[in-house]
């Protein structure tokens, strides 16, 4: 969706930023929607575009793209093909091709049984591991997080990413799931986690949350922020969603039920959960009433009890009543 990728770009590039010459990368293009919203918070003129995606059809909906958003002199960029076997775009002595912003939102699901075990052998790539092939291939496969790492591994040095995963990612106890999580916190990698309103890719029911990577490490603390409650019908964020989640996340506020801002020690303190209403103080309001005013409510509950304990009973009897009624029929099913 469009509003999940302008607040993406927002974040990532902010809402005044004067870059020049700067490079995206999207490893799981598709026709570019996310390539060209960080292109316009940028400047077309200020950005070059990487891409791969193993859609040749949608490869080449992303070159129309750019050249409708001026970005022509990136065509030479994308390219047709399978990032986790075949990673493209490299340096001259072979590994991966640095950049300053890397954006994805990749497949959850796709079966990758048939070269599960050459991504194995990729253990610098893939430092965490990849997922095993789940015994029924209709059960998730979980490729996203080969994807996490391809883009960790993709950033320069003071790099910014991005990428959409699913929600329960962002509380994994176990396997590759659990790794990942587990270094992209001690590394102080990932500074922010915003979980987007359910049903909001229309053709997924998979709630998904948004991470956000400074290979820099230069937070302090992580913003989490749970948005599933925002949306017109759950389903599209609006403009001031929008605004709300993109200002709360800047500013690192805490808002009630909605924001909270952790520092990297209080995350592992919590088993390294980056949701954010496991963060929220649980608040009681205690009223203060009469000896009176308990009694009478006392009085009532129990009054309302014994109604419908009674009417229970009623209905056990009716019930029983109807059963002894009922008496086995010795014609059915014969011809007379």
Not at 24 to 38: E, F, I, K, V, W
Not at 101 to 108: C, M
Not at 272 to 291: H, M, P, R, W
């Amino acid at each position: 969706p469009r509003a999940i990728a302008q607040v993406m770009a927002r974040l990532l590039v902010g809402d005044d930023a004067n870059l020049r010459g700067v490079t995206c990368y999207d490893p799981s293009a598709g026709t570019g929607t996310l390539l060209m919203a960080l292109a316009h918070q940028i400047g077309e003129d200020r950005c070059t575009i990487f891409s791969q995606d193993i859609s040749e059809k949608s490869s080449e909906m992303l070159r129309l793209n750019l050249i409708l958003n001026n970005l022509s002199g990136s065509l030479p960029n994308v390219v047709q093909g399978n990032t986790l076997t075949e990673p493209y775009h490299k340096e001259e002595n072979g590994s991966l091709r640095k950049f300053d912003f890397v954006v994805s939102n990749p497949p959850f699901n796709l079966d990758f049984s048939d070269f599960r075990d050459t991504l194995a052998s990729d253990t610098v790539r893939f430092w965490a591991g990849v997922p095993s092939v789940p015994a029924k291939k209709k059960e998730s496969m979980s490729i996203y997080l080969c994807f996490i790492q391809h883009l960790i591994n993709s950033l320069k040095t003071n790099g910014k990413g991005a990428i959409v995963i699913p929600t329960g990612f962002i509380t994994a106890k176990s396997s590759v799931e659990r790794k990942v999580l587990t270094k992209i916190v001690d590394n102080r990698w990932v500074y922010g986690c915003i979980s987007m309103p359910s049903n909001v890719f229309a053709n997924t029911g998979t709630n998904v949350s948004v991470l956000f990577f400074d290979k820099a490490a230069s937070a302090e603390k992580v913003i989490l922020i749970d948005a599933s409650k925002l949306g017109e019908e759950k389903r599209r964020l609006l403009k001031d969603d929008i605004d709300l989640i993109v200002n709360t996340f800047k500013n690192k506020e805490a808002v009630e039920d909605f924001s909270v801002a952790v520092s990297y020690a209080e995350i592992k303190e919590k088993g390294y959960s980056l949701s954010a209403g496991q963060y929220f103080d649980i608040k009681i309001d205690y009223v203060d009433i009469t000896e009176e005013e308990f009694n009478n409510r006392m009085a009532n509950y129990k009054a309302e009890l014994s109604r419908q304990f009674a009417e229970s009973h009623r209905l056990e009897q009716e019930i029983m009543k109807q059963l002894d009624a009922l008496h086995f029929n010795v014609n059915v099913g014969s011809n007379e």
